[in-house]
């Protein structure tokens, strides 16, 4: 059983305009919250991450919001560039834990010019 | 710092011969781990270790598979015998023994077994 879903495998957006990845979870022991971002042919690199103390985390064009109550978390990007097309992994940890971090299966952005 | 360092990049096998995956983790990093990519499965933890112990390997999927960490700046993941379904794309990374601190991923082997 998935503990971490990410259930749109791809999202298609033009330049400019905002991207919303979706993550959805089911431990409610989870307390840190992650997204990676993957360019093919590369590893995974930290995006950003947010701790279930906050609901919100800002960083440039990227914000995570959080809400505890529906399990859910999102990342937004504004505007969306080119350059962020590639594969968004959203992952959750207990305890601020790095042994126990699970996975979504990612979803593939793309952004067109 | 190089960052975390996987060899080989690409690995084509035959099936049944032994595969073994390297990894050097960043220099004063206590954990490493060895994730497994796969279109079905995703990104699956398979091991990790904690100042060079193994402390929870019930991702690896079988006997066949195996990993060590014989000192704080090298570890491999052991494939033997190898099968075709063990064709992925397997990573390491590492992180510091801090809490809220996140993993950096080295850029991985693709395995194929044919």
């Known amino acids: 059983d998935q503990q971490v879903k990410q259930n749109s495998p791809s999202l298609s957006v033009q330049e400019g305009r905002i991207s919303i990845l979706n993550c959805d979870y089911t431990?409610?022991?989870?307390?840190?919250f992650l997204w990676y971002k993957k360019y093919p042919a590369e590893g995974p690199t930290f995006l950003i991450s947010i701790s279930s103390i906050k609901d919100k985390n800002e960083d440039g064009r990227f914000t995570v919001f959080l809400n505890k109550s529906a399990k859910h978390l999102s990342l937004h990007i504004v505007p969306s560039q080119p350059g962020d097309s590639a594969v968004y992994f959203c992952?959750?940890?207990?305890?601020?834990?790095?042994?126990?971090?699970?996975f979504g299966k990612g979803t593939k952005l793309s952004v067109k010019p | 710092d190089a960052g975390v360092i996987q060899s080989p990049r690409h690995e084509v096998t035959e099936m049944g011969q032994e595969v073994t995956l390297r990894c050097k983790p960043i220099s004063g990093h206590d954990y490493l781990f060895w994730y497994r990519q796969t279109m079905m499965r995703g990104l699956e933890l398979l091991i990790y270790f904690n100042n060079n112990v193994p402390i929870d390997d019930s991702g690896m999927p079988e006997d066949r598979f195996s990993a060590k960490m014989p000192n704080a700046s090298f570890s491999t993941l052991k494939i033997q015998p190898s099968e075709p379904r063990d064709s992925a794309v397997y990573f390491c990374?590492?992180?510091?023994?801090?809490?809220?601190?996140?993993?950096?991923f080295g850029q991985g082997t693709r395995l194929t077994v044919v």
């Open positions: 990374a590492s992180t510091s023994d801090s809490m809220n601190t996140e993993a950096f």
């Open positions: 431990n409610s022991m989870f307390d840190y």
């Open positions: 992952a959750a940890s207990v305890g601020g834990s790095q042994g126990n971090l699970i």
